[in-house]
């Protein structure tokens, strides 16, 4: 691999690109078999000492599985693994997995309260809604079909905000001062209609995870309703449920409490 004067990357990070990217396109899909060290070596002009560097980083970070005897294979994807007893925005989620997140923003509108779902509770006050809709992906993979609906004009500027790099938790919390505390979904399945199903690269009436619900500030008050379609192929939830009538006692009163189950789906931030 020629390598250009000045150019800084070490000469098995650009091996690792190169790779990567082949991985990421599906050029080389899971269960293929990666060239051996010597071939990816002379492919690329490298020492074999360079080309097994290149390889361990895509191990390490489980792109590609090694088996001692067998060879070194693109990976499996994972399922994403999504804690439902912290408030995760769907950026953080992606990048702790290893991951590059993105997203295609599909629509952004003014609409009528009435058009979102009646369980958002909106103070009265609140008339209309910004109204967004994003495809959220991993690695260039669509995994999550999402629509968000935020009090106008209050947050009237997040359509200034470029939402295909940037996490709406964020977005609130560091360009309008919001305080986010609490996130209280309901869980449940849903069959994709023939317009989700595109954006999401699957089949019509695919049953996919729905996590519907609502964020709060600090004052208890709603700030962004959430409707999101998760692929069941792409995402898993954890859920940590202590068994009823193990109790924890208060050590500053004595009281004794019983812990809140996260099955409830309450995400504090």
């Given at each position: 691999m020629a390598r250009r004067a000045g150019a800084r990357i070490p000469l098995y990070e650009q091996v690792y690109t190169v790779i990567r990217a082949r991985i990421e396109s599906r050029e080389w899909p899971p269960g293929f078999q990666l060239p051996i060290e010597p071939e990816l070596a002379a492919e690329f002009g490298v020492s074999r000492g360079t080309a097994r560097q290149a390889v361990t980083r895509l191990v390490n970070e489980q792109l590609v599985d090694r088996s001692a005897g067998r060879g070194t294979f693109v990976a499996e994807r994972r399922p994403l693994s999504y804690p439902v007893n912290e408030l995760l925005g769907f950026t953080r989620l992606i990048e702790a997995s290893g991951r590059r997140p993105s997203s295609e923003v599909v629509d952004i509108s003014i609409v009528e309260?009435?058009?979102?779902?009646?369980?958002?509770?909106?103070?009265?006050?609140?008339?209309?809604?910004?109204?967004?809709?994003?495809?959220?992906?991993?690695?260039?993979?669509?995994?999550?079909?999402?629509?968000?609906?935020?009090?106008?004009?209050?947050?009237?500027?997040?359509?200034?905000?470029?939402?295909?790099?940037?996490?709406?938790?964020?977005?609130?919390?560091?360009?309008?001062?919001?305080e986010l505390q609490l996130g209280d979904f309901n869980l449940e399945i849903a069959d994709l209609t023939e317009r989700q199903a595109n954006l999401l690269d699957e089949k019509v009436g695919t049953p996919v995870f729905l996590m519907r619900g609502g964020v709060t500030d600090a004052e208890g008050t709603m700030i962004v309703g959430v409707s999101c379609y998760y692929r069941r192929d792409s995402f898993t939830f954890n859920f940590s449920m202590p068994r009823r009538g193990q109790h924890d006692r208060d050590e500053s009163t004595g009281s004794i409490t019983e812990p809140m189950p996260s099955l409830t789906v309450s995400m504090p931030a």
């Amino acid at each position: 691999m020629a390598r250009r004067a000045g150019a800084r990357i070490p000469l098995y990070e650009q091996v690792y690109t190169v790779i990567r990217a082949r991985i990421e396109s599906r050029e080389w899909p899971p269960g293929f078999q990666l060239p051996i060290e010597p071939e990816l070596a002379a492919e690329f002009g490298v020492s074999r000492g360079t080309a097994r560097q290149a390889v361990t980083r895509l191990v390490n970070e489980q792109l590609v599985d090694r088996s001692a005897g067998r060879g070194t294979f693109v990976a499996e994807r994972r399922p994403l693994s999504y804690p439902v007893n912290e408030l995760l925005g769907f950026t953080r989620l992606i990048e702790a997995s290893g991951r590059r997140p993105s997203s295609e923003v599909v629509d952004i509108s003014i609409v009528e309260r009435s058009c979102a779902p009646q369980e958002f509770g909106f103070s009265a006050g609140v008339r209309r809604l910004v109204s967004i809709k994003r495809v959220r992906l991993a690695d260039d993979v669509p995994v999550a079909l999402e629509h968000l609906y935020l009090p106008w004009p209050r947050f009237a500027g997040v359509r200034d905000i470029d939402l295909t790099a940037t996490g709406i938790y964020d977005a609130l919390e560091q360009d309008f001062g919001v305080e986010l505390q609490l996130g209280d979904f309901n869980l449940e399945i849903a069959d994709l209609t023939e317009r989700q199903a595109n954006l999401l690269d699957e089949k019509v009436g695919t049953p996919v995870f729905l996590m519907r619900g609502g964020v709060t500030d600090a004052e208890g008050t709603m700030i962004v309703g959430v409707s999101c379609y998760y692929r069941r192929d792409s995402f898993t939830f954890n859920f940590s449920m202590p068994r009823r009538g193990q109790h924890d006692r208060d050590e500053s009163t004595g009281s004794i409490t019983e812990p809140m189950p996260s099955l409830t789906v309450s995400m504090p931030a």
